[in-house]
């Protein structure tokens, strides 16, 4: 019958056994995005990591219990009524826990993606309607209704003018813009914030 090892000796073969294993490349999910996982890896020494599965053609948001908000670090998951997704060009996702950490990300993405990351390609988030994925580009936004969201007062995205009204008449809402128009000036004037966060 085998002694066993000496406690200091088992325990150092444990530690080296286990910081080993966190070497090894993760392998790829399925359903990732080509390159996804080796963008991961390289994103990881360089930022926060990269979605586990990318968005579907339509945007539908492919949200893992294991992907974290790169603004605040929740769990978007959780959080599926206000959840949006960041994708960059060379396909490297990432999805944020609610509307505004994606307008974060969108305005400052160098500080929240890590500086050298790829131009931003689309943002997808549910249209509060109808939780259908929307183009963050092309939605009508407001800011200062009584919507709260994960973080606070809501960032609340609307697919039409018509839904803006509906909207405004139900939970009022002290400004509209739109994302192309939107500054890291004029996000502190919509919310009273700095849009590069404390």
């Not at 509060?128 to 994960?150: C, E």
């Amino acid at each position: 019958m085998a002694r066993p090892l000496p406690l200091p000796l088992a325990f150092a073969l444990a530690t080296w056994l286990a910081l080993t294993a966190c070497e090894k490349p993760a392998p790829a999910e399925p359903g990732a995005a080509p390159g996804q996982a080796a963008a991961s890896q390289a994103s990881r020494a360089k930022g926060p990591a990269p979605a586990q599965k990318a968005m579907a053609a339509d945007g539908a948001l492919q949200i893992s219990p294991e992907d974290a908000c790169p603004v605040c670090g929740m769990r978007p998951h959780k959080h599926p009524k206000f959840a949006s997704g960041v994708e960059l060009e060379d396909g490297t996702t990432y999805y944020t826990c609610g509307t505004g950490c994606m307008i974060r990300t969108y305005l400052h993405p160098d500080r929240y993606l890590g500086h050298d990351a790829k131009p931003i390609k689309r943002l997808m988030t549910p249209d509060y309607f109808t939780g259908k994925p929307l183009d963050a580009l092309q939605a009508h936004w407001i800011y200062g209704s009584g919507v709260v969201g994960p973080m606070g007062p809501a960032f609340v995205p609307l697919a039409t003018e018509a839904d803006v009204m509906t909207f405004r008449e139900r939970h009022g809402g002290a400004h509209q813009f739109e994302l192309p128009g939107l500054t890291a000036e004029k996000f502190g004037v919509i919310t009273g914030r700095s849009s590069m966060g404390k």
